[in-house]
């Protein structure tokens, strides 16, 4: 199944394990920018796999084109949380072994786009030991594997250019790690819903546990993605870029409604520590041969 047509027309870094680094780029379309020139030139440059690419609304919006499912990224505010929506016009995920070689990629992704995209945000992501949040609680246990993955991420409608495109929620968020480790370790495992110790699921834990509020076998219908989510860090700040692929927005959509207590007004214990500053959609297009197929918006 992963090797259907879909799984291999999909830009591969989507379904690869998580890199050692990454870096990722957003960007704005500068004022009077012409956009398909720089974008021919990007689709030629990439191979999906060591930069996965995403387009954005802002993008759609000034090319006057639509994707069928791409929506506004919704916007949240509760109670001592708020959940931001944050447009962008294109994103690019540098994904390698070696962060210099992600840094000189980057740059010449940035000079090849200059004639018409801005660089709006650079964040440096990597790999914590196996696969771990900066909490130590392993991230992307309950991910969808092989076949399943593919199903849950990758767009099986067969029109030219549409086929083996993917839909990506990317949120930024930033930790209070101080206020974590302030907790017991109980009222931690208590926030996840999992023991740090192996990590196994806590059957007694609290509604507001946030696999408790994501079980995604328990939405109707289920809500199955692909989170490929990083640690990220700066001079100051650390924190999780979450990421998450679908072959639609429902299934994210509907995991982030419950997270923000739209359902039953149980809030996701994780705001307690953490809180997202960005929140973008964006369009991931299929691969042909070994460049980004952009026939679906005319290019
Ligand atoms: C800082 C933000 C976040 C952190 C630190 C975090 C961390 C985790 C951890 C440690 C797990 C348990 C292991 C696993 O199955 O991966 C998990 C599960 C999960 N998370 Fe998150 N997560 C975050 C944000 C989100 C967001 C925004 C969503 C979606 C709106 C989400 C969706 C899920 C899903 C679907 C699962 C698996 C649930 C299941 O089926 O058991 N997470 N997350």
């Known amino acids: 199944m992963t090797g259907s047509k879909r799984a291999q027309v999909a830009q591969p870094g989507i379904l690869e394990p998580i ?44 090319l006057q084109r639509e994707i069928e499912g791409l929506r506004p990224f919704p916007h949240y505010r509760g109670e001592g949380f708020e ?24 740059r010449e992704i940035e000079k090849m786009l200059s004639p018409a995209f801005e660089a709006t945000s650079v964040v440096d992501a990597f790999k914590y030991d196996r696969g771990l949040d900066l909490t130590g609680y392993e991230d992307g246990t309950e991910n969808p594997r092989g076949g399943k993955a593919v199903e849950a991420a990758i767009s099986g409608d067969k029109r030219a250019g549409i086929e083996g495109s993917s ?19 109980k009222d931690q495992d208590d926030t996840i819903g999992r023991r740090r110790s192996d990590n196994k699921e806590i059957g007694a834990a609290p509604r507001s546990a946030h696999v408790k509020r994501t079980t995604q076998e328990s939405f109707v219908p289920e809500a199955f993605v692909l989170r490929r989510s990083m640690p990220w860090t700066d001079a100051t700040r650390v924190g999780l870029v979450f990421v998450a692929f679908g072959k639609s927005l429902d299934a994210f959509e509907a995991q982030l409604k419950r997270m923000v207590g739209a359902e039953d007004g149980t809030v996701d214990a994780l705001f307690g520590f953490t809180r997202p500053v960005t929140g973008s959609y964006f369009w991931c297009p299929p691969i042909k041969g070994r460049q980004l197929d952009l026939r679906a918006i005319g290019l």
Do not use: M, N
């Open 19 to 62: 890199p050692r680094a990454a870096r990722y780029l957003s960007f704005g379309l500068k004022d009077g920018a012409h956009a398909p020139g720089a974008l021919r030139a990007l689709a030629k440059a990439v191979d999906g796999k060591t930069c996965v690419v995403g387009l954005g609304a802002l993008l759609f919006f000034a």
């Open 83 to 106: 959940v931001p929506s944050t447009p962008a016009a294109l994103w690019c995920w540098l994904r390698g072994e070696d962060r210099g070689e992600i840094v000189l990629s980057g």
């Open 167 to 185: 839909f990506v929620a990317v949120q930024q968020w930033v930790h209070d790690l101080d206020r974590f480790s302030a907790k017991p370790r």
